[in-house]
């Protein structure tokens, strides 16, 4: 049984709280990159670049015969070890032995890749990227893998970036009823293994701070259902639990108009990083589930650093929909998105169910 914790907070406590998130919100309103767009920016910024699928193609034309058995699979290649290897999302893996940026690759299949990747990011969000990539494999290519699973350009493909912090997919669709081809992940060590608990560093910790933000508009009987004392779910666990499944948190169809508004902004800053077709897609899955309104919102109190009752650890979670901040040591940020619970999953089988 999942224990909640007694919420009260002292006046003076709540003023701290508030004070630090205003700070930190104007803080991080005031880097170079822009954290909310509105649509036609989104829409404008993604016409001005190529398809990254298109140039998948152009990739894996490129490649010579012993690259593709290296680099290229079947649609559903199974790894001996790994299983079902297109969909495996791990915190710190390649997906295959080459790195990019190595002489396996020529210079212009390295840029083909960073193109790609380019091009499966929004505009705005490069500068940041680039930094995660400089933190955590000392810039883009090092220590970075890819995989292209089917022939691009026929009715299944897709291109897998893996390496530590990071996980992404470029599918052109292909792969049914799942946004962002399947599930992804985003991370990003600040200053350290250890972070701070106002993580200063860190590109991906604003997200947090919009979060506990919703968390402080919660009336006291609001708070003590969604926060966990114990019970927090390992953070590979991001399996769907279907329309049947027992969330964690606060059901969205109790929040009020002004909470259910701040979350729609949340949802809109966690999509931001990525390209206008993805959030479509984002969107058009979460619609087909219920929407928002078939969610839970959870904090965990688990992992909250400095004890400063900033969550560090959130999760937002409907039928098909999980999207898992976690924020101790540092920031790990696990998603898995579909129109229905169906799609298989193979992320740390042994303890995933979907």
């Given at each position: 049984?999942?224990?909640?914790?007694?919420?009260?907070?002292?006046?003076s406590s709540?003023?701290?709280?508030?004070?630090?998130?205003?700070?930190?919100?104007?803080?991080?309103?005031?880097?170079?990159?822009?954290?909310?767009?509105?649509?036609?920016?989104?829409?404008?910024?993604?016409?001005?670049?190529?398809?990254?699928?298109?140039?998948?193609?152009?990739?894996?034309?490129?490649?010579?015969?012993?690259?593709?058995?290296?680099?290229?699979?079947?649609?559903?290649?199974?790894?001996?070890?790994?299983?079902?290897?297109r969909?495996?999302?791990?915190?710190?893996?390649?997906?295959?032995?080459?790195?990019?940026?190595?002489?396996?690759?020529?210079?212009?299949?390295?840029?083909?890749?960073?193109?790609?990747?380019?091009?499966?990011?929004?505009?705005?969000?490069?500068?940041?990227?680039?930094?995660?990539?400089?933190?955590?494999?000392?810039?883009?290519?090092?220590?970075?893998?890819?995989?292209?699973?089917?022939?691009?350009?026929?009715?299944?493909?897709?291109?897998?970036?893996?390496?530590?912090?990071?996980?992404?997919?470029?599918?052109?669709?292909?792969?049914?009823?799942v946004?962002?081809?399947?599930?992804?992940?985003?991370?990003?060590?600040?200053?350290?293994?250890?972070?701070?608990?106002h993580?200063?560093?860190?590109?991906?910790?604003?997200?947090?701070?919009?979060?506990?933000?919703?968390?402080?508009?919660?009336?006291?009987?609001?708070?003590?259902?969604?926060?966990?004392?114990?019970?927090?779910?390992?953070?590979?666990?991001?399996?769907?639990?279907?329309?049947?499944?027992?969330?964690?948190?606060?059901?969205?169809?109790?929040?009020?108009?002004?909470?259910?508004?701040?979350?729609?902004?949340?949802?809109?800053?966690?999509?931001?990083?990525?390209?206008?077709s993805?959030?479509?897609?984002?969107?058009?899955?979460?619609?087909?589930?219920?929407?928002?309104?078939?969610?839970?919102?959870?904090?965990?109190k688990?992992?909250?650093?400095?004890?400063?009752?900033?969550?560090?650890?959130?999760?937002?979670?409907?039928?098909?929909?999980?999207?898992?901040?976690?924020?101790?040591?540092?920031?790990?940020?696990?998603?898995?998105?579909?129109?229905?619970?169906?799609?298989?999953?193979?992320?740390?089988?042994?303890?995933?169910?979907?």
């Amino acid at each position: 049984m999942v224990e909640k914790l007694d919420t009260f907070v002292t006046p003076s406590s709540v003023e701290l709280r508030r004070n630090f998130l205003k700070q930190a919100g104007a803080l991080a309103l005031a880097t170079p990159v822009a954290l909310t767009l509105d649509l036609p920016t989104l829409v404008g910024a993604d016409k001005k670049q190529k398809h990254p699928e298109t140039l998948v193609s152009v990739l894996y034309d490129s490649l010579t015969e012993k690259q593709k058995s290296e680099v290229c699979f079947s649609w559903d290649h199974v790894d001996k070890t790994r299983g079902l290897l297109r969909t495996r999302i791990e915190n710190n893996w390649k997906i295959t032995k080459p790195s990019i940026k190595s002489s396996f690759f020529t210079s212009e299949q390295q840029q083909l890749a960073l193109d790609i990747f380019r091009g499966m990011t929004h505009p705005d969000w490069h500068t940041r990227f680039d930094q995660q990539l400089k933190d955590d494999v000392g810039g883009f290519g090092k220590n970075q893998s890819i995989a292209i699973f089917g022939k691009p350009g026929s009715k299944q493909f897709e291109f897998v970036l893996a390496s530590r912090h990071m996980t992404l997919r470029c599918d052109g669709n292909s792969a049914e009823h799942v946004a962002f081809g399947g599930p992804i992940l985003y991370a990003h060590e600040g200053e350290g293994l250890y972070e701070e608990a106002h993580h200063p560093s860190n590109v991906f910790w604003h997200q947090a701070i919009e979060a506990n933000k919703l968390y402080d508009m919660f009336s006291g009987k609001q708070r003590e259902q969604a926060l966990v004392v114990r019970g927090m779910p390992s953070e590979e666990f991001v399996g769907f639990r279907g329309a049947a499944g027992k969330f964690d948190g606060l059901p969205v169809t109790e929040f009020s108009p002004d909470q259910k508004k701040h979350l729609q902004s949340i949802l809109k800053l966690l999509l931001e990083p990525f390209r206008q077709s993805d959030q479509d897609e984002v969107t058009q899955c979460l619609k087909q589930q219920g929407g928002l309104d078939a969610c839970h919102l959870a904090f965990y109190k688990e992992g909250d650093l400095g004890e400063d009752r900033i969550w560090d650890n959130w999760r937002l979670e409907g039928p098909s929909f999980v999207w898992y901040f976690r924020g101790d040591p540092h920031v790990h940020v696990w998603v898995n998105i579909a129109n229905r619970p169906k799609p298989t999953l193979n992320a740390y089988q042994n303890s995933i169910g979907v």
